[in-house]
């Protein structure tokens, strides 16, 4: 009877001891697949929103801004009181000198004109987000008057002529892609009212838009393609056309 009860046991503890079976190994690996999946798609929804935010927040907010200066004031910020240009900083040499930073905050608020949050305050001007990596970038705005394309008399020839325009300096690939989506409803570097600044004074005859001259694979500071998911992404200035 001992016998029997101890080949018992030995055969309960060798059924307790046994592994995973194939089809268990498959269910949890499905279950790890949609967890990660859902971790990835999370944190795509969560830089969308924080893109729009920072597009709807601060550089709709500053857009504003300078639309309710000109309204009040009748001039551009910077401009000569005596002898307007019509021209952002016409007050200041040589021309196309941008307006930043306290210089460009205090000019607003001297105007009685309400300013985006930022990033602090004294900081308006900038504002600190976060690349396709999770690395913080931090992005920030100027005005200026510069050369912008515009079409000339002859199809498919363009002119550059000098607009009042948003500077917007630090913009990675996604933010670009976000930010041109919703002033423009397309994604073009070249054409449109959101530009990058290296494009947008080309004049180059029947050449077609072109795409944003960086993209999330690049590290910071280069155009060279490393794809090292810890590396802060490389960033491009951008211009965007202010209606007057």
Not at 112 to 121: D, H, K, L, M, N
Request: aromatic share 8%; with cysteine.
């Amino acid at each position: 009877m001992t016998s029997l009860h101890t080949a018992s046991s030995c055969r309960t503890r060798v059924r307790r001891q046994r592994g995973f079976s194939l089809l268990e190994l498959s269910v949890v690996l499905v279950v790890i697949g949609l967890l990660i999946g859902a971790v990835a798609v999370g944190r795509d929804l969560q830089r969308s929103a924080a893109n729009q935010r920072l597009s709807t927040d601060f550089i709709q907010g500053w857009q504003l801004a300078y639309e309710a200066y000109f309204n009040g004031v009748g001039r551009p910020p910077g401009d000569n009181a005596l002898a307007p240009t019509g021209r952002v900083n016409g007050a200041v040499t040589p021309a196309g000198t941008p307006l930043c930073g306290a210089a460009m905050i205090n000019a607003f608020l001297a105007a009685g004109i309400r300013v985006p949050t930022g990033r602090t305050e004294g900081q308006q001007d900038r504002y600190v987000y976060l690349d396709s990596n999770g690395n913080p970038q931090e992005v920030q705005v100027c005005f200026s008057s510069l050369n912008w394309s515009e079409p000339a008399a002859a199809v498919g020839t363009y002119v550059a002529m000098p607009r009042n325009l948003m500077e917007i300096r630090n913009v990675t690939y996604s933010l670009a892609g976000a930010l041109d989506q919703q002033i423009d409803g397309r994604s073009d570097a070249r054409f449109g009212s959101l530009r990058a600044a290296s494009l947008a004074a080309d004049v180059t005859a029947n050449n077609p838009g072109q795409i944003w001259p960086i993209d999330d694979r690049m590290a910071f500071g280069t155009v060279a393609v490393t794809t090292l998911d810890e590396s802060q992404v490389a960033v491009v200035n951008a211009f965007f056309k202010m209606t007057r």
